[in-house]
């Protein structure tokens, strides 16, 4: 198993920058791919941003490129979201996914692991 828990979630201007980290433990080894997954009430999760086990491959959602980052440092099992220019409709709660598979899927029945998720407000 692979726990993940995330933070850095909390309130701020559009305009604003905010950066998610996502630590993993237990079977890290199982946390091959990784990413990013946002949800508002009533909405289905949404994908927001994956990386590949390597750190060195990525994808983006249409809506968050050019302003959310995604990395991650395999010696601090550790996974970022660095999200800049934030706009009202990026508010949500952000869930960090991880799958012991290669493949980066953008949908979230494609992820075994999932963490608690954070909140992210960006007023107007």
């Known amino acids: 198993q692979v726990q993940l828990v995330e933070s850095g979630g909390g309130l701020v201007q559009a305009g604003g920058s905010l950066r998610l980290s996502c630590a993993a433990s237990g079977r890290t080894a199982n946390a091959n791919a990784m990413a990013w997954f946002r949800q508002v009430p009533g ?3 949404e994908f927001v941003a994956a990386v590949r086990g390597t750190g ?3 994808s983006y959602a249409d ?3 050019g302003r959310f980052t995604i990395s991650r440092d395999n ?6 979201l ?11 709660v952000y869930y960090c996914a991880a799958r012991s598979g290669s493949l980066v899927p ?9 963490g608690q998720g954070t909140q992210v407000t960006v007023s107007s």
């Open 43 to 45: 909405k289905e999760r």
């Open 56 to 58: 060195i491959s990525t």
């Open 75 to 80: 010696a601090k099992n550790t996974m970022y």
């Open 106 to 114: 953008t949908y979230a029945g494609g992820y075994e692991y999932w």
């Open 82 to 92: 660095q999200m800049n220019s934030l706009k009202p409709e990026d508010t949500g």
């Open 63 to 65: 809506s968050v490129k």
